[in-house]
């Protein structure tokens, strides 16, 4: 079974950026579309942004529309999550998964999941 480790996440101010990664244990990663989630506390999981197996095609919330960007590099066995113009209420742990089949936005969809990287943002 495929394996998902986050990275890339920290503090950082209200307005600033960062990159998540999210590394696969294996090259069969390349078929799967994967899916960025995040959960802040006392709140449920809820979806950020998917991205085609290919790349070509991605889906972002309305939340996040503008300011995140996913992409992948197969060849790595990686997928990214670009995160600008960064708010407090982006404050929350950011999970990637795989998704083997339903809507891209829900959580069902998806059946491997990362450990999760804390994402902070201070105003």
């Known amino acids: 079974q495929v394996q998902l480790v986050e990275s890339g996440g920290g503090l950082v101010l209200a307005g600033g950026s960062l990159r998540l990664s999210c590394a696969a244990s294996?090259?069969?990663?390349?078929?799967?579309?994967m899916g960025w989630f995040r959960q802040a506390p006392g709140k449920e999981r809820e979806f950020v942004g998917a991205?085609?197996?290919?790349?070509?095609?991605?889906y972002y919330a309305d939340s996040v529309k503008g300011r995140f960007t996913s992409a992948r590099d197969n060849a790595k066995n990686t997928v990214y999550l670009q995160m600008n113009s960064l708010k407090p209420e982006d404050t929350a742990v950011y999970y990637c998964?795989?998704?083997?089949?339903?809507?891209?936005?829900?959580?069902?969809?998806?059946?491997?999941w990362g450990q999760g990287t804390q994402v902070t943002i201070s105003s």
């Open positions: 294996e090259r069969t990663f390349s078929g799967y579309p």
């Open positions: 998964a795989s998704r083997t089949g339903g809507t891209y936005y829900y959580t069902q969809a998806y059946d491997t």
């Open positions: 991205i085609s197996w290919s790349g070509g095609s991605t």
